[in-house]
């Protein structure tokens, strides 16, 4: 459940909390390399959970320069190093399309087995999503784990969800992607079989009639089923507190952006909320909803979302769609883009391929906040503001910028189409109040009878103030 409060001033970075209990939580219990005993035979066991401890990066380039696949590879270092792992090898080869039965072909999979025998790994990743044939055949071949970069995304999902929600969708997303590849062996089947049909097995033989194997899916099915009617009640839950601020009319921003481009900084910046910022990839996954104020005081929400990344799996990207709504429904996308990356370009079109699966999320405006301005090369800044209409250079970690990006957000709000000049009698403040806190106030003078107040305001309270004030021409 998002909480909300509101800040409205704007403390330096070092002064506001950065969630360091929860990031001292998260380091508490480290993996230790080394410590670890793999199974000769990987086809002994049906599904084991991911320990990823000592592993061999390996990437299929089929498309682009040799730099994109350079940048996904080192990508998919960061992943596994966020996961956990220690990286000892990366490799890239260059085909036409994947191999249909190892992913890198016969030859490169023995070569890859030498490379995993003289590294000491005990896990191969590749940077794609594999089929189940192709995980089960390049496991024969190289005899340790396997895993692709849709489950290195999930096991890091996993590690991370906090909330009830979060952790409900990332369930969901591992139950999808492990469906299709349950393994069952030998003594782990059960057959139906009788009579002489069955090789004079015959009373006693019979089997239930239900294999081990689809015994597991149908149960996964029906945990699958429950988990979709709980987070249904909990998607209701956000749409009731969403459908209030939107009673209120108060603008909503959503910021949006590349996993690891600085989102919960910028939020921390601009509103002091406190929440976890760490130098990894997916380091909050459960949004954040908070209050603020533009510089001419007009109140508006701003709510973190989950991080994209290139090829951000499918099954995440239905599990957390309530989540993903915030974007759809805000009247603002705040677009953060890391401008100290080798591949910002990138990171923009990916994020925006996430935004055109979800149903009205392209249509919202949206200003490009390029940040790490302190880190970045001043040529790729000014390539990026060149290219994209609606940007600004900050950095949320020293605050350059910020008072920038605010004015900006003060322009491309939904404007306050109301203004009024009214006597509001003093027996009526909280009418004065709400137009503190909801619109913009031009100008108070108090009277002997009452308020002058003249301010822009929304519809809603427009009408209770035409109701209740007089014209100022009127007052005698």
Excluded at 63 to 70: L, Y
Excluded at 104 to 118: F, H, N, P, W
Excluded at 224 to 249: D, H, N, V
Excluded at 354 to 372: H, L, W
Aim: include cysteine; proline fraction near 4%; charge should be negative.
């Amino acid at each position: 459940m998002t909480r909300m409060h509101e800040n409205p001033a704007n403390p330096a970075f070092d002064e506001y909390e950065t969630g360091e209990m929860d990031l001292e939580e998260r380091q508490a219990l480290r993996r230790v390399a080394g410590l670890s005993t793999e199974l000769q035979d990987v086809s002994e066991v049906e599904y084991r959970q991911l320990r990823l401890e000592r592993v061999v990066l390996v990437g299929v380039w089929t498309s682009g320069t040799i730099d994109d696949a350079e940048n996904s590879l080192q990508e998919l270092k960061l992943l596994a190093e966020t996961a956990g792992s220690q990286v000892l090898e990366g490799l890239i080869q260059r085909r036409k399309f994947p191999d249909p039965a190892t992913y890198i072909g016969s030859g490169k999979a023995l070569e890859l087995r030498d490379v995993v025998e003289s590294t000491g790994a005990d896990t191969v990743i590749c940077d794609g999503e594999l089929s189940p044939g192709q995980l089960r055949q390049l496991e024969d071949v190289v005899k340790v784990k396997v895993i692709d970069r849709t489950a290195l995304i999930l096991d890091i999902f996993a590690q991370h969800a906090k909330s009830r929600e979060g952790k409900a969708q990332v369930e969901l997303a591992q139950l999808q992607y492990l469906l299709p590849r349950l393994r069952g062996w030998g003594g782990n089947l059960s057959r139906q079989v009788g009579g002489r049909a069955a090789g004079g097995v015959g009373i006693g033989g019979r089997g239930p009639g239900e294999t081990k194997i689809e015994l597991d899916r149908r149960r996964i099915r029906e945990r699958m089923a429950k988990l979709r009617r709980q987070i249904r009640g909990m998607s209701t839950s956000r749409e009731t507190m969403r459908q209030s601020r939107q009673r209120r009319e108060v603008p909503a921003v959503a910021i949006a952006g590349y996993t690891n481009a600085g989102k919960s900084s910028l939020l921390n910046r601009i509103t002091g909320a406190g929440v976890l910022v760490e130098d990894a990839l997916f380091a909050t996954l459960d949004p954040t909803v908070r209050r603020s104020r533009t510089p001419e005081g007009r109140l508006f929400t701003i709510a973190d979302t989950v991080g994209f990344v290139r090829h951000l799996p499918t099954q995440l990207v239905e599990a957390f769609r309530s989540t993903l709504e915030e974007v759809a429904d805000s009247d603002l996308i705040l677009h953060v883009v890391d401008g100290s990356h080798p591949d910002p370009e990138g990171q923009l079109a990916a994020v925006r391929e996430v935004f055109r699966t979800i149903e009205g999320a392209s249509d919202v405006p949206e200003i490009v906040v390029i940040n790490k301005a302190d880190a970045a090369d001043q040529e790729v800044l000014d390539r990026l503001t060149r290219r994209e209409r609606d940007s600004v250079v900050v950095s949320a970690r020293t605050g350059a910028g910020i008072a920038e990006l605010l004015a900006l957000v003060e322009r491309r709000l939904p404007r306050l189409d109301h203004e009024v000049t009214l006597l509001v009698p003093y027996d009526r403040g909280d009418l004065i109040s709400r137009a503190h806190k909801e619109g913009e106030v031009l100008s108070v003078d108090h009277v002997e009878d009452g308020t002058i107040l003249n301010a822009r305001v929304l519809p809603s309270l427009y009408q209770e103030l035409v109701r209740v004030g007089k014209p100022v021409e009127r007052v005698a």
